[in-house]
């Protein structure tokens, strides 16, 4: 909120100098020229129409009332003080003042509105997507989101852990859809992700219990994917995958591979699904990277992928996620991303 209180403060200003200087140079301009060839009193009135669209209505009535004292005396340097043609251009000026200052008043009750709606959105945002716990199950765990849309703090893309004594089980999906139907979505995932690992024995159990509960609410064109971590010894994790892309696992020892993950369908497609529980062999110091398509399919400008056995140097930082998505960005073009982006990291805690 700091900095979009800095920006509106620049726009306020930009907007002072902007119309005082325009109405400055008009009136210098008018004085100057010949009343004979030219007389620019109407164009004070582009002082206060600039204002408008930048400051806030009592400023606009002050600039409009110079506009309309400048306007009154411009009588005097072009001959026609008191004159009907002069009086008509003071009436020009002083409407336009008015009707500037109104439009300058109704912006900034329409700004007041979409602020208060944009802290609702944040709240409910940050809400749908939680923070999770920074060690659970043996691993160290830590995340990041990026939204596709701009001013959007989550979309489609989720994460969620459930952790109850000595059970630890993570989610990482993605809903297809953007903006704010995504977000809805995930929020419904996120539920029954919840109310499944809460209650079922297995992790196979709660991706079938999921998408047992997420079809009805999904038509034939939503669906999500998910890939789900629990870990199941000192060092096994077991994943379940609903069409998600696999993990990356990155070793101690330097190397990168791709955790090959049995796939079934995504979840809430109505389609019969068998899904399949993968055993992964993990060791102190390894790192597990989960996460969505928006990694996967990042396109440079020329519609390349990023080569995510890139990514090995950035997992091995002491910051990796920051360096996860500071490749992201700098592969993709403008650096702006075409889709949501989330990951979770796991590490593996020394016993």
Known sequence: MDKDVTQD???????????????????????????????????????PLIACAFVPARGTAVIALLALAA??????????????????RVLDVALVGGAATLIAG?????????????????VAQRAILPV??????????????????QGALVGGDLYDCY?????????????????????EQAARVIRAFRQAAASKPTLLEVVEDMDAYLTPFFDDEEFVTALLVEPIGPDRLA???????????????????????????????GLPATFTTTELTWGPGDRVLLYTDGLSEARDARGEFLDLTTLGAALSDPDPLDGVLDAVHQHVHGGRLGDDLAVVL??????
Do not use: C
Not at 17 to 38: C, K, N, Q, R
Not at 74 to 86: I, K, T
Not at 132 to 149: D, F, N, T, W
Not at 163 to 183: A, C, M, Y
């Open 346 to 351: 796991l590490e593996h805690q020394p016993a």
């Open 71 to 88: 306007a009154v005396a411009s009588g005097a340097w072009n001959g026609g003080f008191g004159s009907s043609q002069h009086l008509i």
């Open 132 to 149: 999770l716990p920074a060690s659970s199950g043996g691993m160290e765990i830590s995340a990041r989101y990026a939204s596709a849309v």
């Open 9 to 47: 403060q620049r726009a306020r200003r930009i907007g002072w100098i902007a119309s005082l200087a325009t109405l400055a140079g008009l009136v210098i301009l008018d004085a100057s020229i010949d009343a004979s060839v030219a007389v620019l009193t109407v164009l004070f009135a582009l002082a």
């Open 106 to 122: 109704v912006r900034v009750r329409r700004e007041q509105q979409y602020a208060e709606l944009a802290r609702i959105a944040e």
């Open 163 to 183: 952790h109850e004594g000595d059970v630890t089980r993570l989610l990482i999906g993605d809903v297809r859809g953007k903006g704010i139907e995504g977000v």
């Open 239 to 269: 994943l379940v995958s609903a069409g998600h892309p696999p993990a990356l696992v990155w070793h101690r020892s330097g190397e990168l591979e791709s955790a090959e993950v049995a796939q079934g369908l995504p979840l809430g497609t």
